[in-house]
């Protein structure tokens, strides 16, 4: 059983079009995130939310709106793809307890806008 | 703020010798710490964490790290590397008094074991 699962896995698509990736986590996280992984290899945190609502938003334009239909789903619908947001998504879930705290990553999702 | 550095993009180490991976950490207050190991077209899998007590960490893979409050470091070291140990690295801080479990990571550190 996979953890945390996103698809697709892989997204090709145009500049200016509308795209969603979906997460979905079966592990009874309450905790569930999105990250951006540039081509360079940095992650950085995009949003973060905790029982379905949105707790950190990290400065993402508004066209990136994320959705929590219930705690265990977090996907991510992008508006007007634009050629910068070419990059690898990885959704993620954890616990919020210092003893088992640990992030556990879908397999990532590479967009490429062209 | 909370920030990380990992000051080394690659590190190479000839298989059966010590690894060390490098990571300095800025937080205000006392810090979680973590690395995560990524390997190719796969997401990241936690490796070990620092939250408190015994400052040396043992972890996953035969990894450990050791955090140093005065230097602000938590490196990664493992005894003897394998070729398999070949992948991204990456060591992240969290402030645990702040909002939202933001979790910061460094800008990561390839290592290649070679035989």
């Known amino acids: 059983d996979t953890a945390v699962s996103q698809t697709p896995k892989y997204l090709v698509t145009q500049m200016g079009n509308d795209k969603s990736i979906k997460c979905e986590q079966n592990?009874?996280?309450?905790?569930m995130y999105w990250y951006k992984q540039d081509s360079k290899k940095f992650l950085k945190i995009m949003f973060s939310y905790n029982n379905k609502e949105l707790i950190i938003n990290e400065t993402v334009p508004n066209r990136f709106s994320p959705k929590s239909p219930d705690k265990a789903h977090l996907n991510l619908h992008i508006n007007s793809l634009e050629l910068g947001d070419s990059a690898v998504y990885f959704c993620?879930?954890?616990?919020?307890?210092?003893?088992?705290?640990?992030?556990?990553f879908g397999s990532g999702t590479q967009l490429s806008v062209l | 703020a909370q920030s990380v550095a990992q000051p080394e993009d690659q590190v190479n180490v000839a298989e059966g010798n010590p690894l060390t991976v490098k990571c300095t950490y800025s937080?205000?207050?006392?810090?979680?710490l973590f690395w995560y190991v990524q390997y190719p077209n796969r997401g990241l899998q936690f490796l070990l964490k620092y939250i408190t007590g015994d400052n040396l960490v043992k972890g996953s893979y035969g990894f450990e790290a050791e955090f140093n409050k005065s230097q602000t470091s938590f490196h990664l070291k493992k005894p003897s590397a394998l070729v398999s140990d070949s992948a991204l690295y990456f060591c992240?801080?969290?402030?645990?008094?702040?909002?939202?479990?933001?979790?910061?990571f460094g800008g990561g550190t390839r290592v290649l074991v070679k035989p």
């Open positions: 592990l009874g996280h309450d905790n």
């Open positions: 937080v205000s207050g006392n810090p979680y």
């Open positions: 993620a879930s954890s616990l919020m307890s210092g003893a088992n705290e640990k992030l556990f």
């Open positions: 992240a801080v969290r402030d645990p008094r702040a909002a939202g479990n933001k979790l910061t």
